[in-house]
């Protein structure tokens, strides 16, 4: 049982206030359009024609839609929207340690490509990337309450806006003809209290005279924090590496604990309960996961708390009768605090500058007698060791401080032309640069110096006999060294001597111009030819800098290399032309055709892209069109420089239980020495070291889409739209990390063994006397992989008027894939995705069946809004790992929204999200994408139900 929030019962407070309205009422009036969310404008073409005119399916969802459903930000519509995914690991449900530098952004993912396979535009122009690294665009940044829509291409334009527009193009349209001021306040949170957000915006509209216009607007958003231990989903961990293994709890935990795990060369691993290493019989205790594990979920965040402050504005002045100047401007702060658990100290695998083990020496003289006698027994001069460095024993949780600052600036001039020194007609020209930086300052806390640690390791007396220590070396000591001891608590002398903190800073830069011309060069039969010729100039600046210490390796966690400064420069020239080939005729009403080309060189590569389509309408109502685009995504900054260390879970092939999964595996496995009954265990396996990083070597993807449909628009059916479009998109040289699970099965599953140099085998303190335990695996991006996606998007909308029940607008949206094949390795076997869901870095599934309904109702002066989505069926996982995993069943969520206008400038709303508090699955370890869950938040809501109250208010 759940304690009632205030927003539930100011929402039943509205809901009641306002039944009477929901009768039917013959006096009220009906004249107020309901808005559609429907393709308006199409965004895919420099030619700008409506929507269903055109051969790119463009879908347009207006602020009122979002406002629906309680929105304050694209990247959480869309993925209400069935063409985007997730995007991996970021957003604010999805911390990932692999992503410090990408925790709480707000990424879209369209058609599964990726975020930085989706070019953003704000009015046509860049901007600039969420990261210093990367160009996928941080939605964090771009305020709501000035959006008029957003619309979204999907397929491959790149010859229309350059690189980047592989998945398609999502266009955010700001307002333009807006007068006066605008204020408005939201508040949500869940049924449980937590995930408090609070928003508010103030926007201030006016005319220039009678010349221009300019528009301010000013945000505030604040999201709360909600912590994994409070909530069932994921208070404790969770393993399922089988479908028959499936453990949360103490059998679950991490092989690193708290007390300590110490391995003094007897083949066995030893811990303290209670203060003490010995049981009441006098023996040494045993470690024993399910006893002394350590609950890392507990100590991670399901939400990440965010603070946002965002500006914008916008500003037209026409200079003279046919010439306008324009300028727009961007600046976002946004910072986010998010913290895992403590770093899951090693001494075999956190080695002091990637060299040296941390460990205790035999003379250290806080070594327990009877683990002492284990050395020496054992004669081993050293002892490995593991703990758990969190704010319960020395240094800290590990935690992130991301601040973010995005400046982005427009200037340009645009003009009109009756003719082109007589040729053609209406034409029109533009000339613009756009300047953007993103800054980004990444804080942690919680590391551990090693070059510390292991000097305090290393103690003896200040003089014999004294029964003081001080540390062995003098060099340390003139550097403060302070003697550790690991076997007891640690002392606040002690943690201020080994608790450091680092500070990572990054920084990109857009430069962007353009100049276009467009308009009718000459008349056919049937039409205008209209073309479009232009040039463009862009470059992008970035990279990373950690400090010395992450760099060198000397304090826990991963050792990583800088992202090295790089500067891209492109520059292309574009062309378009539409020509109406028949209009007017039996049945060809209209018959045209289309085409652009871009040619790129970039950083001493040179690439071409282009589309060309068609569209037919045989008669009235009836549209059919297609289009075939070429398309490329060139690397990133943060893909052409940086390696760092990597650890997680890599399921040994070689395993009893995995060996015999083919003939080619068992016999490479024995071929490499692994015994055919080889069982490392959950620990082992939980903790296999590699190195991740870039390459300077890449070259950029190309893709290639097709997409043909249909629009039917009867008219005998007033207000009624239907759009059916087929999709197949090819990807080759695509950029991808050869994952280290798929590495290290291709090693064992092909004959020739790609990627074996890629891993490693050796002993491990568990397994002393065994050199063929799986030690580290490597990964490496690499133009390697292809894709083949294809399916169907279906689009139906639905307005009309009742006259005394008030208007209805009714709309659904639906995606069906039906191939979705992922090649790691040109050559090897295709790994099918189709089905799935989750994934890993560079492996993400394609849920078959993805769709919504929309149904809003307006009444007078009342307005209420339904929506539900579903997500199908699905595979526990990607590839062949989802293998004998129960199928994830369907999920539908409902929404529900109440707004009542007081009077024309101002209105008051109310609304529930995940009204039927439907939970989120549980998938198998290592496929949801995220380190705190084991489910993907972005399909899947993780908040429960949760309701919103807010207003606008106009004068």
């Known amino acids: 049982m759940f304690k009632r929030s205030r927003v539930s019962g100011a929402i039943a407070l509205l809901a009641t206030g306002m039944l009477p309205f929901a009768m039917p009422a013959h006096a009220q009036s009906t004249d107020t359009k309901v808005e559609k969310m429907e393709a308006i404008v199409i965004t895919g073409s420099r030619i700008v024609r409506p929507n269903l005119e055109g051969t790119t399916p463009v879908m347009s969802v207006s602020t009122e839609t979002m406002a629906n459903l309680g929105l304050t930000n694209f990247a959480d519509m869309a993925t209400q929207l069935p063409q985007f995914t997730p995007a991996f690991g970021a957003s604010r449900t999805q911390s990932t340690f692999s992503g410090v530098s990408s925790s709480g952004l707000q990424l879209t993912n369209l058609r599964n490509l990726g975020s930085q396979s989706t070019l953003v535009l704000i009015n046509g122009r860049r901007v600039p990337g969420g990261s210093s690294t990367s160009t996928g665009v941080d939605f964090n940044s771009i305020p709501f309450a000035n959006i008029e829509r957003v619309e979204t291409i999907t397929g491959g334009a790149s010859a229309i806006y350059g690189a980047d527009a592989m998945a398609g193009v999502i266009n955010i349209i700001t307002k333009k003809s807006f007068e006066g001021v605008e204020v408005g306040v939201q508040y949500g949170e869940t049924e449980r209290g937590d995930n408090k957000s609070t928003q508010a915006h103030v926007m201030f509209g006016s005319k220039l005279g009678g010349n221009g216009r300019a528009l301010l607007t000013m945000e505030f958003h604040k999201d709360g924090h909600v912590s994994c231990k409070d909530r069932e989903l994921c208070d404790d961990d969770v393993f399922w590496p089988a479908p028959d293994d499936f453990r949360k709890g103490p059998v679950a935990r991490s092989g690193v604990p708290l007390a300590g795990r110490f391995f003094p060369g007897d083949g066995k691993s030893y811990t303290q309960r209670n203060g003490s290493f010995l049981d009441a019989s006098g023996k040494l205790i045993p470690f024993s996961t399910a006893v002394d ?282 062309g378009e032309i539409q020509v ?196 580290s695996v490597n990964e490496q991006l690499q133009n390697v992989a292809s894709l083949d996606v294809s399916g169907v998007d279906i689009d139906v909308h639905y307005n009309f008027k009742t006259g005394s029940y008030g208007d209805f607008d009714l709309s659904a949206i639906a995606t069906v894939y039906d191939k979705a094949s992922f090649v790691p390795l040109a050559g090897e076997d295709p790994v099918d995705l189709l089905g799935q869901a989750g994934g890993t870095t560079s492996l993400q599934g394609y849920v078959k069946f993805t769709g919504a309904v929309n149904v809003g109702w307006k009444f007078g002066a009342f307005k209420a809004n339904w929506n539900m989505r579903h997500i199908g069926r699905t595979d526990m996982g990607v590839g062949s790992a989802a293998d004998g995993f129960p199928m994830v069943g369907a999920h539908t969520y409902h929404n529900l929204r109440l707004g009542y206008s007081l009077n024309k400038k101002t209105e008051l709303y109310a609304g529930v999200t995940n009204l039927f508090d439907k939970k989120p699955p549980i998938f198998a370890s290592g496929y949801s994408g995220t380190q705190a869950l084991d489910t993907i938040p972005g399909y899947y809501d993780v908040f429960g139900r949760s309701f919103f109250v807010g207003g606008t208010m106009k004068f």
């Not at 080994?498 to 100049?515: A, E, F, H, R």
């Not at 109406?580 to 950083?603: C, Q, T, V, W």
């Not at 282009?610 to 289009?627: Q, S, V």
């Not at 699970?741 to 990627?755: E, S």
């Open 293 to 574: 594990g350590y609950n890392r979920n507990a100590q991670r965040d399901l939400a990440i708390p965010t603070k946002r402050v965002v500006m914008a504005g916008d500003i037209e002045y026409k200079l003279a009768p046919n010439v306008t100047a324009f300028g727009e401007f961007n600046y976002a702060s946004t910072s986010i605090d998010s913290s895992f658990e403590g770093n899951p100290f090693q001494s075999s695998a956190n080695l002091v500058g990637g060299e040296t083990e941390a460990s205790i020496p035999l003379n250290n003289p806080f070594i327990p007698a009877a683990l002492k006698a284990a050395m020496v027994a054992a004669k081993a001069t050293e002892m490995t060791w593991w703990q758990r460095f969190s704010s319960e024993t020395v240094g800290g949780n590990r935690g992130a401080s991301s601040d973010r600052d995005m400046a982005r600036a427009v200037i340009g001039v645009k003009g009109e032309l009756d003719s082109l020194m007589g040729f053609g007609s209406d034409w029109r020209w533009e000339a613009n640069h756009t300047f953007g930086t993103t800054k980004t300052i990444l804080g942690t806390e919680g590391s551990v110096g090693l070059q510390q640690l292991y000097d305090g390791l290393r103690v003896e007396e200040t003089a014999p006999g004294s029964g003081k220590y001080q540390c062995s070396s003098a060099t340390a000591r003139a550097m403060g060294c302070v003697p550790i001891n690991p076997f007891a608590p640690y002392t606040a002398e002690m943690s201020k001597y080994l608790t450091v903190g680092t500070t990572s800073i990054g920084k990109q830069s857009l430069n962007d111009s353009v100049v276009s011309l467009s308009g009718s060069a000459f008349k056919l039969p049937a039409g205008d030819v209209r073309t479009v010729v232009g040039a463009e100039v862009r470059s992008l600046y970035g990279g990373l800098d950690h400090d010395t210490q992450i760099n060198q390796g000397t304090v826990t966690g991963n050792q990583i290399g800088d992202t090295d400064y790089i500067k891209i420069k492109t520059r292309e020239i574009f």
């Open 580 to 775: 109406p080939l028949l209009a007017d005729k039996p049945f060809i009403n209209m018959l045209n055709a289309e085409g652009a080309y871009r040619h790129s060189s970039s950083s001493g590569k040179s690439y071409n892209t282009w589309i060309m389509g068609g569209e037919w309408e045989p008669t009235d109502g009836l549209r059919f069109r297609a289009k075939k685009a070429r398309s490329v995504r060139t690397p990133v900054p943060g893909e052409l420089s940086g390696v760092g260390q990597t650890f997680g879970v890599v399921n040994d092939p070689c395993t009893a239980s995995r060996r015999n999964a083919n003939p080619t595996r068992a016999a490479n496995c024995a071929a490499d020495g692994v015994p055919a009954d080889y069982n490392p265990g959950q620990i082992i396996e939980q903790s296999v070291e590699g190195l991740s990083g870039g390459n300077a070597n890449l070259n950029p993807e190309i893709g290639t889409t097709l997409t043909y449909g249909l629009v039917f628009q009867p008219s005998m059916l007033k207000g009624f739209t239907l759009a059916i479009d087929r999709f197949t998109i090819k990807v080759k040289d695509q950029i991808a990390t050869v994952d280290r699970g798929t590495a290290v099965n291709l090693c064992y599953d092909t004959p020739n063994r790609f990627l074996c140099d890629s891993k490693t085998r050796g002993t491990h303190p568990l397994l002393p006397g065994a050199n063929y335990v799986l030690k």
